[in-house]
């Protein structure tokens, strides 16, 4: 079992859509999730940093479930400009530095 | 300032070239890492420095070799390649282990 695993995708989605990615992880001991964006040829970059109480921020809603061991992402409203990758992080727990990515999803949203 | 800066941008080289990368970051970040990534996958983790010690190697051949002279600085000294070795490389900073990574634009490298 990957330590992190994401829906495979790709999805493809109507301009005004509403899409969600979901992600399990395997380690309990993790505290810290967070959800990437990665456009093509570019970098990552930080879209949420998920919390238990689930946190919004326009469109983006984030959700954890340390119980189920589960994050999602929720993206209302799809435009265009969401077309990227999204990828599903994991800090590894037990107070170190490492991070595990997600295989990432990719999101196509069309005209 | 929360950028992270990585130079060169591309970078072509044979397999028996000696060349480094570097990366930058003045966020005061004590933790800096190198990822290795391949079209279509997820960044694949190389090393990482917490206060300027190495702390994790995820098993990189020798012929990859970080260093990190102070706690601005990353490098990764590059020997003897082969053509697999062609990725985007990423460094990474991040201020404390809970915190996001904050990563640099990456170095293109072809290894011929």
């Known amino acids: 079992r990957k330590e992190v695993e994401q829906d495979p995708g790709p999805f493809n989605v109507p301009e005004g859509a509403t899409v969600a990615f979901n992600c399990t992880y395997s380690?309990?001991?993790?505290?810290?999730f967070f959800w990437y964006r990665q456009d093509c040829r570019k970098e990552p970059k930080l879209l949420m940093s998920v919390y238990s109480s689930g946190n919004e921020d326009g469109r983006f809603t984030a959700q954890l479930n340390r119980a189920s061991q589960y994050i999602s992402l929720l993206i209302r409203d799809s435009k265009l400009s969401d077309s990227a990758t999204y990828l599903c992080?994991?800090?590894?727990?037990?107070?170190?530095?490492?991070?595990?990515f997600g295989a990432g999803t990719r999101l196509f949203v069309k005209a | 300032d929360t950028e992270v800066t990585q130079t060169p941008k591309h970078l072509v080289m044979g397999m028996t070239n000696k060349k480094s990368l570097k990366c930058e970051q003045h966020?005061?970040?004590?933790?800096m890492y190198w990822y290795k990534q391949k079209a279509k996958k997820p960044p694949e983790l190389m090393f990482v420095y917490s206060y300027e010690k190495l702390s994790i190697n995820e098993s990189v051949p020798s012929r990859f070799s970080p260093e990190c002279p102070n706690s601005s600085l990353l490098n990764l000294h590059l020997h003897a390649l082969q053509p697999e070795d062609s990725a985007l490389y990423l460094c990474?900073?991040?201020?404390?282990?809970?915190?996001?990574?904050?990563f640099g634009p990456g170095t293109r490298l072809t290894v011929l």
């Open positions: 990474a900073s991040t201020g404390t282990s809970d915190n996001e990574q904050f």
């Open positions: 966020m005061g970040h004590r933790a």
């Open positions: 992080v994991v800090n590894g727990g037990t107070g170190g530095f490492k991070t595990i």
């Open positions: 380690n309990s001991a993790s505290q810290s």
